[in-house]
């Protein structure tokens, strides 16, 4: 499926969350929410196995140089999808949740990875 990664996240009132909580921070993207996802140690993961570590070391490179699509698996997704829950709260987690079951149709979006009107 294929994801629009540069997507924005908002507060509750539609104010653009940004890095830090700080008004001139960079904004907060779906990218960069992924990444901080797969990156991350959680306590009920203190076995995780090396190779599940080095998958999502590897997921996390290939979205990291990603353009602003990217064809991910659904198991990939579903397995973001459940790191997204243990790391963040409700607000990333609703609207992460909700771009990640979007699919993108390719023709839709400009060169800058933003959806155009159909």
Do not use: C, H, P
Not at 78 to 107: D, F, N, P, R, S
Request: charged residues 35%; aromatic residues 6%.
């Amino acid at each position: 499926m294929k994801v629009l990664l540069n997507q924005t996240l908002a507060d509750i009132e539609g104010k653009t969350i940004r890095e830090g909580g700080e008004e001139k921070g960079v904004e907060f993207t779906l990218k960069k929410i992924v990444i901080n996802a797969l990156l991350g140690n959680y306590q009920d993961e203190v076995n995780l196995s090396g190779e599940e570590k080095l998958k999502r070391w590897e997921m996390a490179l290939t979205i990291k140089t990603a353009e602003s699509t990217l064809d991910l698996k659904s198991e990939d997704i579903a397995l973001i999808k459940k790191l997204i829950a243990k790391l963040y709260a409700v607000t990333i987690v609703g609207q992460a949740w909700k771009m990640l079951e979007k699919e993108v149709v390719e023709e839709y979006v400009d060169k800058k990875g933003s959806i155009l009107d159909a």
